[in-house]
Structure formats: structure tokens, C-alpha cells
């Protein structure tokens, strides 16, 4: 099915889709904002890579209640609610005025973001249940795509409004879109199966029980890394891309920013579009995760050796590009291979592999730039060269055989 036909027939996934769409505009908003305020009252490399740090290591922590939440109760009405929460928080970025506010706008980020961490879940976690599973890798590139073109125009939008207008004037429609998001899962429709398949006494044991069962299907497992395995390299690389952007244009910073983050999203919305028309073979799909975290690392090379922007934009759109084939397609398999009521566990505790790598890459690259290196380029190589390790050592390590058989009639 093509996906103008997958948003015209299917009318839950539209609206949970749409509802995405805007709030993720928004979101590029806030992120090129809060990077501008914190550069402005801290000027420390080691402050900016917190916030990034802010932006990951919440969702590691609280992934793992956010699967029991997912798999426990109704996921329409907890994303209804993590929207209204959401807008909440981010108002209270219109306070950080000064260098003594810093602490604060990592809070609230912190807050924004663990309350992300049982959204995130259970969107991903409905997907199969609203599109028929023929439709199930379009559905999935779809919503990598609009996530793409977003965090591109968001991204290039936002750094020409900060420009202009401020930081205030991006959280507050941040703030906006997360209701508008709400109004649109109002009104969707979502199927789900909540006995939390067979986990019983208290959340821990719940929790426990999601993880035993990617302990016994080891593909299953296995898949739960593919994102954080990905993240070794990228997480840092990602923070050091807002360093390189200001390097590149000192008197339009948020400018430059906004532009290589642009670039970021466009790669991400062409690499899943790619990657469903030249790979439909799926058992060839977990090789070539780790042949894309490769071509991302080669790429991003490039841009460590500080060509102009324009020409560090097209190197950082094809590496993104390899980068988002590799999320749409482990989140595809990961989702084929495990059934409904462990899904939202399973995927809580992917993301909290991938946050909690996230962070660690993203905090590493802060300290060597405010203690050892105090030079982003070469930094931006050596995190290249990690993420080529990274990427030849998934295709190294033998994956688990494999039944083939559809999740949901285990």
C-alpha cells in the first residue's frame, strides 16, 4: 500500500499520525530554542552536551515502568494524558532567563522528556494494532519520515524564529502542538490486549517478566539492541552536529544550527524510503543494520574533516540517511517478532538501551571538548571511527536463529 492510500483508508493510524506530525514540529522548535538559551547564559561545551544528556537519560530510567504503564493500561488515554502533561512542562521554559536558570531548563527537559518515555512506547506499541500487518513497514516508514521532514523544517524554521523572535515564541508553540496531538488520539480508535501476558503480583515482577521474555527469544533480544548498538557513535555525534553548526556559522549560530540539524532530517526521511524500495528481503535486514551503521560512521568522517556547511549538510543528509533505514527496519522486525502484550515492554526496554547509550556517548563527547580535546572536529572523527567498530562488530557477532513466525499467533 502507498502511503497517501494508508492515510486515506486507515483512519486510526491518520489521526494518531497527525496528531505526531504536530507535535513533532513543535519539538524541533523547543530543542534549537533551548539550545540557544543555553549557550547564551553558559557558553560551556559540558552544559550543552547536559542538555542532550537531559534529553536521553530519563527515558532510560523510566522505560522501564513506562513498558508496564504501556502494557498495563489503555494506551490511547495514556498518550492523551502524557500530551496535556507535556504542554505543562515546557511553559515553564519561559522562566530561564539566566546563567542560575541553566539548572532549571535541564529539569523541566529532564521532566518533558520522562514524560516522552511512556509516550514513545505506547505509540510504537499501537501501530500494529490500528494497520493490518502487510502494511505494517509502511506504516512504520511513514512515521519515520514525517519524523524527518519535522525535525527538518522544524529544525530550519525554529533557528530562523529563535533568530528573529526568541526562544519564548518556540515554547510556547511547542506547548500548543502537544494539545493539538491530543485532540487527534482523542478521536482515535485502539485495540489492544492488556493482561500483560501472563506477568502477575507487582510492577517489578511485570517488568521482570518482559525481560525473561526476551531472554527466550533470543531474535527478540537481540533486536532490542539494533537501535542502541546505533546510538554508540550517533548519540555523540548528534550533540557535536549543534557544535559544528555554530563553528560554521559564528555570526547565525542558531542559523547554522538549524540548517545541519535540516540536513539530519531529510536523511532520515529518505533512508527509510530507500530502504523499503531496494530491501524487501527481510532476511537480509539484520546484516545490513550493521552494514548502515557503518556507511553512517564513513560519513560522518567527512564531516569531522570540517568542509564548508553546504557540503558538511549533504554528508550528514546521506549519513542520516543510512541511520534512518536502520531505525525503521529493526523497529519493523521488532515489532513482527513480538507479541502484543509483551510489545510495550519490549520496546520500553529498547528504548531505555538506547537512551542510556545515548547518554553516555553524548556525555563523553562534553567532558573530552571541556577537559582533554577542546577541538570538535577531531572529536567528531574519533566518534566516527567508534560508530564503524560499532557497526562491523553487529554484522561480526552470529544473530539468533529465527521460526519466522508471526508474533501474534504464538
Known amino acids: 500500500m502507498g502511503y497517501l492510500e494508508l492515510i486515506r483508508t486507515e483512519h486510526n493510524f491518520r489521526r494518531l499520525w497527525f496528531g505526531n506530525l504536530v507535535s513533532l514540529f513543535g519539538d524541533w522548535f523547543n530543542l534549537i530554542a533551548l539550545l540557544s538559551v543555553v549557550t547564551r547564559y553558559s557558553g560551556s561545551p559540558l552544559a550543552l552536551s547536559l542538555v542532550f544528556v537531559a534529553k536521553f537519560l530519563p527515558a532510560a530510567i523510566v522505560s522501564p515502568f513506562a513498558g508496564y504503564l504501556v502494557d498495563r493500561f489503555n494506551r490511547r488515554r495514556l498518550m492523551i494524558v502524557c500530551d496535556v502533561l507535556r504542554a505543562i512542562v515546557v511553559l515553564g521554559l519561559l522562566w530561564v532567563d539566566s546563567r542560575t536558570d541553566v539548572a532549571l531548563a535541564l529539569v523541566l527537559t529532564a521532566a518533558q522528556v520522562g514524560i516522552s518515555s511512556v509516550f514513545q512506547p505506547a505509540q510504537r506499541s499501537a501501530i500494529p494494532n490500528i494497520v493490518s500487518r502487510e502494511n505494517l513497514l509502511a506504516a512504520n516508514a511513514l512515521m519515520a519520515v514525517s519524523w524527518s521532514i519535522m525535525l527538518a523544517f522544524g529544525a530550519a524554521i525554529g533557528g530562523f524564529a529563535t533568530h528573529l523572535f526568541g526562544p519564548d515564541a518556540a515554547f510556547v508553540l511547542d506547548s500548543a502542538t502537544y494539545l493539538v496531538s491530543a485532540v487527534f488520539i482523542l478521536r482515535t480508535s485502539i485495540p489492544q490486549e492488556t493482561n500483560l501476558g501472563g506477568g502477575k503480583g507487582t510492577t517489578l515482577a511485570a517488568i521482570r517478566d518482559g525481560w525473561i521474555r526476551m531472554r527466550e527469544r533470543p531474535i527478540v533480544g537481540r533486536l532490542a539492541l539494533a537501535k542502541a548498538a ?181
Not at 557513535?233 to 547554522?256: D, K, T
Not at 540536513?263 to 535486514?285: C, H
Not at 577542546?374 to 567498530?389: E, F, H, K, M, T
Open 230 to 410: 546505533g546510538a554508540v557513535g550517533v548519540g555523540g555525534l548528534v550533540f557535536l552536529l549543534a557544535l559544528v553548526g555554530q563553528l560554521a556559522m559564528p555570526s547565525r549560530p542558531e542559523i547554522g544550527v538549524g540548517l545541519l540539524f535540516a540536513a539530519r532530517g531529510i536523511g532520515t526521511g529518505i533512508g527509510p524510503i530507500v530502504a523499503r524500495r531496494l530491501f524487501a528481503d527481510q532476511s537480509q535486514w539484520p546484516r545490513l543494520i550493521g552494514v548502515l551503521m557503518c556507511i553512517t560512521g564513513a560519513l560522518y568522517f567527512l564531516v569531522g574533516l570540517g568542509p564548508a556547511i553546504l557540503i558538511m549538510a549533504a554528508f550528514v543528509t546521506a549519513a542520516h540517511a543510512a541511520s534512518g533505514a536502520t531505525w525503521v527496519l529493526s523497529t519493523v522486525l521488532l515489532q513482527q517478532k513480538t507479541v502484543d502484550a509483551y510489545r510495550g515492554r519490549v520496546f520500553a526496554t529498547e528504548w531505555l538501551f538506547v537512551m542510556l547509550v545515548d547518554s553516555i556517548s553524548i556525555f563523553v563527547a562534553g567532558l573530552l571538548l571541556e577537559y582533554v580535546i577542546r577541538d570538535v572536529y577531531p572529536v567528531v572523527l574519533i566518534y566516527a571511527a567508534v560508530q564503524v567498530v560499532a557497526g562491523t562488530l553487529w554484522m561480526l557477532v552470529p544473530f539468533p536463529p529465527d521460526n519466522d513466525k508471526p508474533a501474534d499467533h504464538e
